[in-house]
């Protein structure tokens, strides 16, 4: 879990060219002061595969998001995926479980956008003003 003293190392280890896994960026719901997403399911599908980094305070969530562009709408339990540097410029869909009866529908469509990392760059958005690099 990320607090806000932990966000300016947590940037620094999203902008590395060294990080090789997908982030999993998870933020908590507002109402209910905890993720929407099924953080442990996502730990357990994910192993190995991605780092799952649950922003443990909307304090924390709003120094990430000044900090760290791709995070920008990233607050009330939305979750997003952020590639590894190979795929930097291409950005999944925000994604935004509608409750807590939506949380197994939106698991599902993170672990997804992460497997179609792992095969290429299919299905995901450029960024705007970036182009995935070649090779």
Do not use: C, K, N
Request: proline share 7%; glycine share 12%; charged share 15%.
């Amino acid at each position: 879990m990320s607090e806000v003293d932990q966000v300016p190392g947590l940037v620094t280890w999203l902008l590395s060219p060294e990080r090789q896994a997908a982030a999993v960026l998870v933020s908590m719901a507002r109402s209910t002061a905890t993720p929407l997403v099924q953080v442990g399911r996502l730990m357990s599908e994910l192993d190995g595969v991605a780092e799952v980094v649950v922003i443990a305070s909307h304090e924390a969530g709003g120094v990430l998001r000044a900090q760290f562009g791709p995070a920008r709408h990233l607050y009330g339990g939305a979750a997003r995926v952020i590639p590894s540097r190979r795929y930097i410029g291409l950005l999944p869909r925000l994604h935004l479980p509608f409750g807590s009866a939506d949380s197994a529908r939106v698991t599902d469509a993170i672990v997804a956008d992460v497997r179609r990392l792992r095969g290429g760059a299919a299905g995901m958005v450029a960024a705007p003003g970036s182009a995935p690099s070649g090779g």
